[in-house]
Nanobody, 124 residues
Framework: QVQLEESGGGSVQPGGSLTLSCAAS????????MGWFRQVSGKEREGVGS?????????DYADSVKGRFTISQGNAKNTFDLQMNNLRPEDSGVYYC????????????????WGQGTQVTVSS
């Protein structure tokens, strides 16, 4: 069982930056693949990015965020972060972190464990 908790959401103007953090318990090695997803009310949830912790940190990103978002292991123990730069209004939504325990890692895979989500609003 992996428990996940997101933090760091908030409101920011277009062009601004936010860093989301996901704390995993008991630890990030409980699930070698960690992902970030987002959902806007009335729309399907979409994958933002993933990181294969035991695969040399290999990452996978949605085309819409490449070059702007970065996933990495956090400075705090058992955390991983989503650094979001040059934010756009269309990046608004509830962001979820998720953990996958099966083989393979990527934003199009199925994830078993999910956090409760944190709201990101990009607006002027």
């Amino acid at each position: 069982q992996v428990q996940l908790e997101e933090s760091g959401g908030g409101s920011v103007q277009p062009g601004g930056s936010l860093t989301l953090s996901c704390a995993a318990s008991p630890n990030t090695y409980s699930a070698p693949c960690m992902g970030w997803f987002r959902q806007v009310s009335g729309k399907e949830r979409e994958g933002v990015g993933s990181i294969y912790i035991l695969g040399g940190g290999r990452t996978d990103y949605a085309d819409s965020v490449k070059g702007r978002f970065t996933i990495s292991q956090g400075n705090a123990k058992n955390t991983f972060d989503l650094q979001m730069n040059n934010l756009r209004p269309e990046d608004s939504g509830v962001y979820y972190c998720a953990a996958r325990t099966s083989l393979g890692c990527g934003i199009n895979q199925e994830y078993r464990f999910w956090g409760q989500g944190t709201q990101v609003t990009v607006s002027s």
